[in-house]
């Protein structure tokens, strides 16, 4: 199997910023977590293998690269209220987002959190490829179900049957997870 070329790579730019905009909804950082996975994926082409589409691929690394941003961006976010806001709410606001931050480091959450996500891929990756193409172009990356279509060749109804096999599927699966 011949890796992809940074052609290749570059092609889902655009698919993976429709997708870095919906999760992050700030251009910027959107746009650094776009080139973060572009460069990590370039650097790593070798380890992809074709088991999943490339676009599939990157778009994991991408969500890699966002969950960092957050996990960053996440230490800087100013808790006062400004020169209006009462010492009160200023507190409580402290408080909640101490109890956050503790429970996001918490090493079982984490764990846990890593393993459900690593569970739900492993599930994405396992559906038939009619399913997955339709549930990672709509759902993971944003796309219009006429763009689906017209990539996929199928009708607007078969990609909604298409879409709801996969949900259902997947939910079926999860909830193996969930419990």
Known sequence: FQSPSPADLAAHR???LRFARRRIRDEDLAEDAVQDALLAALSNRASFQGQSALRTWLIGILNHKIQDTFRREGRYVSLGGGADSDDDSDRELE???WEQDDDYHDPLRQVARNRLGEALHSEIEALPRT??????MQVLEGADTAEVCRELEITEANCWVRLHRARKRLSERMSAHLT
């Open 14 to 16: 655009g698919a993976m």
């Open 95 to 97: 408080r909640l987002a």
């Open 131 to 136: 399913l997955k193409d339709v549930f990672v």
